[in-house]
């Protein structure tokens, strides 16, 4: 009954084409501009290896779960939720699963795309050949300048929101194709290249050193939540992407498989971009720590001084912006969906919509750096509060619940058939994962820090 449901919204014309818009939506800022500066924060190689732990234990059984639950309801993550609780007799409150991902959908992309707008602005000043007569402190000022200038921050912020609105309002499927089978590629071929450069130029024996040799001493708790944080980020769970692309895939695809290479892609394209970039801020004399500027102060170092540096400095950044899009196409999608079935509007005004909303909440992200830099709490800002949330809370929590559903409330009989396994160590390895491993890593995770929290705040009292 359930596995004949279609989505009004259409399918995949293949499973590759499946594979690259879920690795569309992987790939982005999360793993070029975001997984450098939290490693960064966390003292580089003990988070890594914990986030790779958390990529393989915790992400790609959830992922599996995701899209396996997707492509069973066949609907925005909302209706899914509730037409399968509903088939498997359970409450159909699980729905508000969809609800905090659609909530995490528009916090994620208004502050996405305020770092989006800066690498739009970053394509343009590569291509003027600004970088090649500065050193690395001109360079961090250049970034300080753009971020402290509202009105600018704000026209990039908006024409990134309306490229994103216009390629949802379209159908994801018409534009998404070609950007992900070309430009994917070459992104990664260009970072290899980055690599290799740093490789030559910058001091890559301390940058590996960094990255791939653990000091244990480092990591704090509150770093192991942010390791997890980061592989629910990077690879789109915990809020819906990932489950509405599902929606679209044909039944006949093998799951697990392709959810092995999306996982396996975007967690190369990480490490990579943490080859690229650590080599140069040691050989600059930058901080690891420096914060989400880190790769807008580090890169054009790299550019300014190789041969040819403003052309390839300007296709990185044109290839991250593309790889930004598919990211935040992913974002907006699953609320354009539950626009479209639940109110009845087309897709150009659901996309107007959600992405008008998502752009207001972005207002407050982009002057929180500038303007209202005074204002925190917890000591972040908005922009700062708003990553650290969704990433750290709001996905992880997403997940727990994705893994409860698809782990306890899904019939065995199900999960086994929307998998196509048969019982098999495959099949029993994700079951075990994703009805233990998975909620037990997640509320250790994420207790450890709330204890740790309530002890500080005990002493400092
Ligand atoms: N995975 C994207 C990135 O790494 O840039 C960001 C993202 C997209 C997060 C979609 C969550 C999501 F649902």
């Known amino acids: 009954m359930s596995s004949q449901r279609t989505s009004i919204h259409g399918q995949w014309s293949s499973r590759l084409v499946f594979i690259l818009a879920a690795t569309g939506s992987a790939v982005g800022l999360g793993n070029i501009w975001r997984f450098p500066y939290v490693a960064g924060e966390n003292g580089g190689g003990a988070f890594v290896i914990v986030y790779l732990l958390c990529v393989a234990l915790i992400g790609v059984p959830i992922m599996i779960a995701e899209v396996m639950l997707g492509r069973r309801g066949r609907r925005s993550p909302i209706n899914t939720m509730r037409a399968l609780a509903r088939d498997e007799g359970h409450n159909p409150r699980w729905e508000y699963l969809g609800w905090l991902g659609i909530l995490a959908g528009f916090m994620i992309l208004s502050f996405y795309s305020v770092v989006a707008g800066w690498t739009l602005a970053y394509v343009f000043r590569s291509a003027s050949g600004m970088f090649a007569a500065m050193d690395a402190e001109a360079i961090s000022m250049a970034f300080d300048s753009l971020v402290s200038d509202p009105e600018r921050l704000l026209a990039w912020h908006t024409v990134f929101m309306i490229m994103v609105t216009v390629v949802v309002a379209r159908g994801v499927k018409s534009g998404l194709e070609q950007a992900v089978r070309f430009l994917m590629p070459a992104l990664f071929v260009l970072l290899v290249a980055m690599v290799g450069y740093a490789m030559g130029n910058g001091e890559f024996a301390r940058g590996l050193e960094y990255l791939f ?28 992407a990932i489950m509405i692309y599902g929606s679209y895939l044909s039944s006949k695809a093998s799951i697990p498989r392709t959810v092995g290479i999306i996982a396996l892609v975007d967690t190369l394209v990480a490490l990579l971009a943490g080859l690229a970039i650590f080599p140069i801020v040691f050989a600059a004399g930058l901080e690891p720590a420096g914060g989400p500027g880190l790769i807008f102060k580090t890169l054009p170092v790299a550019f300014g001084q190789m041969p040819g540096g403003a052309f390839f400095g300007t296709l990185f950044f044109v290839l991250l912006l593309f790889a930004a899009w598919t990211s935040a196409i992913s974002l907006l999608e699953p609320i354009v969906a539950w626009l479209v079935e639940n109110r009845g509007v087309n897709r150009i005004k659901g996309a107007a919509a959600g992405g008008g909303l998502a752009w207001l909440l972005g207002v407050p992200s982009l002057l929180s750096l500038n303007l209202w830099s005074d204002y925190t709490l917890f000591g972040k800002g908005f922009f700062d509060l708003m990553d650290y949330t969704t990433a750290n809370v709001m996905l992880p929590l997403g997940g727990l619940l994705i893994a409860l559903f698809a782990g ?16 098999g160590p495959v099949y029993e390895a994700w079951r075990f994962l994703t009805r233990y491993v998975v909620p037990l890593a997640i509320l250790l995770v994420m207790l450890n820090v709330t204890g740790v929290l309530a002890v500080l705040s005990g002493m400092g009292r």
């Open 213 to 240: 040799s653990p000091d244990f001493s480092k990591l704090t708790p509150t770093g192991v939540l942010e390791a997890a944080g980061q592989a629910f980020f990077s690879l789109s769970l915990g809020m819906g």
């Open 408 to 423: 306890w409330k899904l019939a065995r009989a199900a999960s086994e058939k929307e998998l196509a396994l048969a019982p």
